[in-house]
């Protein structure tokens, strides 16, 4: 029963770090900079993301720029989109294995293919958290780097976005789901290890009909 709500608990953390991936990799506000200006009436926010650069004006404008062109794009930022939508799938497919896999749930058939899926999906959960926090801890290093670049003007310089500490949550909260579902797995696979069923063994009819016949001998 423990195992069954600590697997429970780690599908709840798996869904909030799947729905933070989503959200992390569409929103545009990897890296924001605030310019205030001279008046702040002419204050303007530009934010840049994965897909697309938009700027909030202080009169209540809103506009924003898709980033058509890849090849254009740095390096960072490919890899950030390969990886994050990497994540998203594997994190989906996590999703999709533990739910047949759970002990709470009538799917999968017998215990060991139910403790077998509860294992991969851990895995892809595992996995769906690396791939997010790569790009995650990339991106926020460039933008340090360019902030505490002298060479770079301070208009051109940013700071990192909600998107970015979205991606950091979710990222954890898919690796402690998909330890939690490896580790309770493991853990029941190991038990049968150490204690192994016992093997009764019972002595045959006929050796039991030879004693008897031995006996009546020495009668």
């Known amino acids: 029963m423990a195992s069954a709500s600590l697997q429970f608990f780690a599908f709840i953390l798996a869904l909030f770090g799947v729905f933070g991936d989503i959200t992390a ?35 209540g404008m809103f506009s924003c720029t898709l980033k058509y062109s890849v090849l254009s794009l740095p390096i960072y930022i490919q890899a950030a989109r390969t990886t994050m939508v990497l994540s998203c799938i594997l994190s989906a497919f996590g999703i999709c294995i533990t739910t047949v896999g759970m002990k709470c749930t009538k799917l999968g058939g017998d215990t060991d293919s139910k403790s077998h899926a509860c294992f991969a999906g ?47 949550i979710s990222a954890g909260f898919l690796l402690i789901a998909g330890v939690i579902f490896c580790t309770s797995c493991f853990k029941k696979q190991q038990g049968a290890w150490i204690y ?24």
Request: charged share 15%; aromatic share 14%.
């Open 196 to 219: 192994p069923p016992k093997q009764h063994h019972f002595p045959s009819t006929e050796q039991e009909s030879n004693a008897g016949y031995n006996l009546k001998d020495y009668v």
């Open 25 to 59: 990799t569409l929103l545009p506000n990897w890296k924001v900079n605030a310019d205030v200006g001279s008046n702040i009436i002419t204050a303007i926010t530009q934010m840049q993301g994965l897909w697309m650069d938009c700027t909030w004006y202080s009169t």
């Open 122 to 168: 851990g895995v892809c959960f595992i996995l769906a958290g690396i791939f997010g926090l790569v790009p995650t801890s990339w991106y926020t290093r460039e933008i340090i780097s360019n902030f505490l670049d002298q060479t770079i003007p301070e208009s051109s310089k940013h700071e990192p976005g909600g998107a970015v500490y979205t991606g950091f």
